[in-house]
């Protein structure tokens, strides 16, 4: 066979051949389904480092390069000519929104951004002080409660309002999360404000107050902020089958409600070695506290007895600068010189970026910041709690969740996800 891989068992001399099949770019994969039935085996590939677990059209990353692409376009173009929405109409649609089809969206969006009464005692069951991300997961799973007929949709205008419903309702539910974890009363959405400028104003706003964007007022809405957020929604609006979009695939895969896959997603995206990333660089920026002590906090993360890493540097895929860092770093520049910033822990973050830039161990490894190093510092001068950092990488992923599970609906062929073990028990 030409256009194949052959597989030698040297303990019997057998040879195996397996096809060879080509995206549009990227690597080519060797499809490896019938491997087992021919050859007795399984193959072992811990933490996926080498398998493509399914066909997709929606994001494309060359690692190598440093690129990201959704739909084909950009990232660093759509991140600096369309609004998140416009970002969300392309994943979903698969091309961008004319003004009209933009307008019409953004508006539906406005209208489904309320949740329903009773599940605002969902949120008052939990302890106040609870994480909003599990506040978030929780209700995300609950919302099928409330749209069970999402369990029988067959047809793609069901998949689109299905997936709208979620887009528009999930700065709500991170908000009343939010909201909740600190003992505030809840903060209905304003139809009035944008998506972004919504999801700060139900954050933000005393009860019964009122609250516009304003360059000088201090608890109001900066054009600055929002313009800001809006961009950090677009960079994690989708980003391949990372853990969090397996997540949510495999649960699709058994054919369980979408909204329930979606919670699975946020479970996935909590851990520190994913979105998690983002308050932990946070945390880790205080426990460091001061610019002379990253020196000693550079050694423990290059000390190989010591199992402290340095929270938002390295990824699975980009061994180059990741895009989305890049514009993040951009954008923080730019918020520096605007806001007048210039915080110790934006001075300790840039002397951990200069060192590890330059230090063997990082470069050997090819370990670059990535979004979440410069997110957390960002959203940090933006005066968001930490504790919502990661539900806002929530927020910004629930489109690239929902259309890979429409996605996965839509493939002929799909099968429930159901890997194998090496058993070394009993
Ligand atoms: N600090 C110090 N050393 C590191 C780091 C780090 N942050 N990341 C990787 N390494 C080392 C690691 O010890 C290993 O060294 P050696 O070859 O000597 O054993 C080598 O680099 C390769 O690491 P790995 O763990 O095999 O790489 P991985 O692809 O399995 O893990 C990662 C990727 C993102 C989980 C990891 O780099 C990490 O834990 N980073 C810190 C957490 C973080 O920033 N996560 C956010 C990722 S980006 C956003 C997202 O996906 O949500």
């Given at each position: 066979m030409n256009n194949s891989v052959t597989v030698i068992d040297n303990r019997t001399g057998k040879s195996y051949d397996f096809k060879i099949l080509n995206g549009t770019r990227g690597p080519s994969v060797v499809d490896i389904s019938s491997f087992y039935a021919d050859t007795g085996m399984f193959t072992f590939d811990n933490g996926y480092t080498s398998t493509a677990s399914c066909t997709s059209s929606i994001t494309f990353i060359d690692g190598a390069k440093g690129e990201l692409l959704y739909r084909g376009i950009k990232i660093e173009k759509l991140a600096e000519e369309n609004s998140y929405l416009d970002v969300c109409y392309l994943l979903l649609n698969d091309a961008l929104p004319s003004q009209e089809e933009s307008k019409k969206f953004d508006l539906e969006l406005r209208h489904?951004?309320?949740l329903h009464e009773e599940l605002l005692e969902l949120f008052k069951a939990f302890p106040s002080g609870s994480h909003p991300m599990a506040t978030l997961s929780a209700a995300a799973a609950a919302l099928s409660t409330f749209h069970f007929n999402h369990l029988d949709m067959c047809n793609e205008s069901e998949y689109q309002t299905m997936a709208?419903?979620?887009v528009a309702k999930m700065p709500t539910i991170a908000a009343f999360a939010y909201r909740h974890s600190i003992g505030a009363s809840f903060i209905q959405p304003d139809i009035t404000r944008s998506y972004t400028e919504n999801f700060l104003y139900m954050m933000r706003a005393y009860p019964g107050g009122k609250m516009h964007v304003d360059p000088d007022g201090e608890r109001s809405i900066k054009e600055i902020e929002i313009k800001a957020l809006?961009?950090?929604?677009?960079?994690?609006?989708?980003?391949?089958?990372?853990a969090s979009t397996t997540s949510v695939r495999n649960v699709a895969s058994t054919g369980a409600h979408p909204y329930v896959a979606i919670s699975a997603g946020i479970s996935a995206l909590w851990g520190r070695a994913h979105g998690g990333a983002n308050e932990s660089v946070i945390k880790q920026l205080e426990m460091i506290g001061s610019v002379e002590n990253v020196d000693a906090f550079i050694s423990r993360a290059k000390d190989p007895e010591d199992e402290f890493r340095l929270m938002g540097f390295g990824h699975r895929v980009y061994k180059n600068f990741d895009p989305r860092a890049r514009v993040l770093k951009n954008l923080q520049v730019q918020l520096q010189d605007e806001l007048h910033l210039d915080s110790n822990l934006m001075q300790i973050a840039s002397k951990i970026e200069e060192i590890a830039l330059n230090d063997e161990y990082f470069v050997s490894r090819k370990l670059y910041p990535n979004i979440d190093f410069y997110s957390g510092v960002i959203l940090t001068a933006l005066k968001i709690p930490t504790s919502m950092f990661t539900p806002i990488f929530v927020?910004?992923?629930t489109v690239g969740w929902i259309s890979q599970?429409?996605?996965?609906?839509k493939s002929k062929g799909t099968k429930i996800a159901r890997p194998r073990q090496l058993y070394l028990g009993k």
């Open positions: 489904r951004s309320f709208r419903r979620i809006d961009t950090i929604f677009t960079l994690h609006a989708d980003h391949e089958q990372n927020i910004g992923r599970w429409i996605e996965f609906k």
